[in-house]
């Protein structure tokens, strides 16, 4: 058996386990393969997910400082014609 960081990685007779899931069993190499990944592809989803969900908070907060700017030079430019017209 391989331990591998504190867990049994490969089993006896070629099987393998996860010891650290509770109530886990012993899964023939081919299931333990597909499990690993159909388990990959649902934690690639979820990380498409929340790179789009990023992407899009971004993209919010550079339109936000942009209305900002223009808020703040139209302020500038109203505050510049109002004192140059005395």
Do not use: H, W, Y
């Not at 012993?26 to 499990?35: C, D, K, S, V, W």
């Not at 790179?51 to 908070?57: A, D, G, H, I, Q």
């Amino acid at each position: 058996m391989l331990i591998f960081k504190g867990r049994a990685a490969i089993g006896f007779a070629g099987t393998m386990m996860r010891e650290d899931i509770p109530g886990n069993r012993p899964l023939e190499g081919l299931e333990e393969i597909e499990r690993l990944q159909q388990e990959n592809a649902s934690l690639a989803q979820q990380l498409r997910n929340e790179f789009l969900e990023r992407k899009k908070t971004e993209d919010a907060l550079l339109r936000a400082k942009k209305l900002e700017a223009v808020g703040i030079l139209a302020g500038a430019l109203v505050m510049t014609s109002t004192t140059c017209s005395r």
